[in-house]
């Protein structure tokens, strides 16, 4: 299993980001998919999740801000966020579930990315 997330960077707030995690190695399709975030010195938070066929569910602090979607021909995740805010500065993470239960959890995801780095400036 291979996660590879991309297209975090320096925003002002207000602005926008979009990330985006390229997965290979396993079936992509058939699996729920989230993104989590941690700030320095803060547990794992997760942000968004998404199943195989589009339903969803956000963190509250997240929610009207941020879109998740996928396209399961390109095996690849996105996370579109706007209106940043300072609080969303932290390293993102996409990851796999490890089953059929979507959640935001931790602890129900199997397989984990290396991380993109997102920090929004004042």
């Known amino acids: 299993v291979r996660l590879v997330e991309s297209g975090g960077g320096l925003v002002q707030a207000g602005g926008s980001l979009r990330l985006s995690c390229a997965a290979s190695g396993f079936p992509y399709g058939d699996n729920i998919m989230a993104w989590f975030r941690q700030a320095p010195g803060k547990e794992r938070e997760g942000v968004a999740c998404?199943?195989?066929?589009?339903?969803?569910a956000y963190s509250d602090s997240v929610k009207g801000r941020f879109t998740i979607s996928r396209d399961n021909g390109l095996n690849t995740l996105y996370l579109q966020m706007d209106n940043l805010e300072e609080q969303d500065t932290g390293l993102y993470f996409c990851?796999?579930?490890?089953?059929?239960?979507?959640?935001?959890?931790?602890?129900?995801?199997?397989?984990w990315g290396q991380g993109t780095q997102v920090t929004v400036s004042s």
């Open positions: 990851a796999k579930s490890g089953g059929p239960m979507y959640s935001l959890a931790h602890y129900s995801y199997d397989a």
């Open positions: 998404i199943s195989p066929d589009g339903p969803i």
